[in-house]
Nanobody, 119 residues
């Protein structure tokens, strides 16, 4: 079973920066796609950013120009660099991965890491 472990969440002031890390228990080059989602209290989980095995990236409109997703295959880690943070970025951030397993697709989730942005 693939495990994803997030870290890097913290309390930060508006305008500050954080870098989230997602360490995988397997080689991330086997993931068709890796992504970061977030869920604020009372809200649905939403996609923040994703990166494919071909390094194509996609961002939610609300974070474009402020967040950057990247990955380090050697460390089996996916990152989310978050700059110019706003109070509305406050949420639990989850790492996600999509992997082809034989003729099916498997999706994995981390346990989440809390990001709190104070005004």
């Amino acid at each position: 079973q693939v495990q994803l472990v997030e870290s890097g969440g913290d309390l930060v002031q508006a305008g500050g920066s954080l870098r989230l890390s997602c360490a995988a228990s397997t080689t991330i080059s086997s993931f068709a796609m890796s992504g970061w989602y977030r869920q604020a209290p009372g809200q649905q989980r939403e996609l923040v950013a994703s990166i494919t095995s071909g390094d194509s990236t996609n961002y939610a409109d609300s974070v474009k120009g402020r967040f950057t997703i990247s990955r380090d295959n050697a460390k089996n880690t996916v990152y989310l660099q978050m700059n110019s943070l706003k109070p509305e970025d406050t949420a639990v951030y989850y790492c996600n991965a999509l992997q082809r397993v034989r003729f099916n697709w498997a999706t994995y989730w981390g346990q989440g890491t809390q990001v709190t942005v104070s005004s």
